[in-house]
């Protein structure tokens, strides 16, 4: 046997090990209760875990790869990890039954670029320590923007669809899927100034702060009209920025082009956790708002405490999800909240990152329910954020296990 030949063997035994787990009885109720959830329904939250530190969970060589050739070994890789998910992980691993192929296009930004020093704990870890220099301290560093140009080559996926359907061998449909919207502007812009000079400035020079996101929301918007034009959206993602994606559409899209009517508008502002919910309103939600409102429904919010602007936010039409950081009041949520919107509960990293104590999880995860049944309020809880679980792989098992128990106890299994 050949070695291409080989490692397309090793891709296709695990890919059918990957649908028997996707098509399941257990898997198509957890896509329903995705799409349950975000539809405003009272069931079992989705429990996920996402941004895990792959390099530090390979226990006894479950993720090593032996394909040689650079791309079957990234397809052996994924299908390794979610292997490993549905073994170890109990909660809700997003295994679709389909390979998707995401459609190739090329952006070329709005002419600002970050200029950074980087200090990292551990080589392997992409999570790193920034110093970022300010690169957009005063007027004239503002003629430096350019509107985004967007160009799709669908001659590209079509050749990538072919080539993976040959690797697969008819062993799991291939699909090419558009994008979602992911805008975080206020990150961006503190990657090109850093946090610090943007407060000040919101004191100082407010009018200046003005200019800057001015210009990030005429490129998101012409972003966005390229992006409908091209037919790069897409609403069958599984994953909306780690939570369920899955909801009835307002509308029937067309499955040939859907556009940014068709899926979620996601949207935070971060840094502004340090600001009031006014100045929250008025550099932030006030611009972003005509572009949400461009979209299906909106998803607010990610590690900002936003339990005393919950207000502010109902002002997006289509608000549907809002995020509910570890360091929010979510009883303050919930009862603003009132089961008119998901809450997408982020419990504590920290709890898993030196030893897991399976008691801390447990109340952590009751706590949410108990809030959430009280308001009537529909939720997902999604583990996230996770920079390390100090090379302690078991960590994640002990997390997954105790909060899915918790679950069990109030909504019934899985």
Known sequence: MSEISRDISVVRELAKRYMEIAV??????MRKRFRDSNDLKI??????????????????????????????????????????????????????????????????????????????VDKNNGIVSHRYHDVLADESALEKYHDPVITAYPERDAENKARVEEILGGVMPVEVRGHGIYYSPWDRIA???????????????PEFLHKIIALFTRAMRLEMDQMDALGLYDPRAMALHCTPNAVTPPREPDPTHYTSADIWFRTMAQMFSAV?????????????????????????GCCEPLHDR????????????????????????????????????????????????????RKEIEDTVKICLKYGCPCDITLKDISTVSYRPENLIVWAKTASEVLDRYYGEA
């Open 24 to 29: 399941s009885d257990r898997h198509v109720r």
């Open 43 to 120: 069931v079992r939250p989705p429990l996920i875990m996402e941004e895990i530190p792959w390099h530090e969970m390979n226990m006894d060589g479950e993720l090593d790869c032996v394909c040689e050739d650079g791309g079957l070994r990234g397809m052996e890789y994924g299908l390794r990890v979610a292997l490993f998910r549905e073994k170890h992980f109990r909660c809700d691993n997003y295994i679709e039954p389909v390979w998707v192929i995401g459609k190739s296009y090329s952006n070329t930004g709005n002419g600002f670029e970050v200029e950074e020093e980087r200090l990292a």
């Open 191 to 205: 990657t090109l100034r850093g946090v610090e000079p943007i407060l000040i400035d919101m004191m100082e020079r």
């Open 276 to 300: 009031s919910p006014d100045a929250h309103d008025e550099f932030d939600l006030q611009y972003s708002i005509p572009l949400a409102e461009r979209c299906a429904y909106t998803y607010y």
């Open 310 to 361: 919950i207000d502010k936010l109902k002002q997006y039409k289509n608000l549907r999800k809002i995020g509910a950081t570890p360091w929010a009041d979510l009883e303050r949520i919930a009862e603003q909240t009132a089961g008119k919107y998901v809450v997408s509960r982020k419990p504590n990293p920290a709890h898993a990152a030196g030893v897991a104590d399976p008691e801390v999880i």
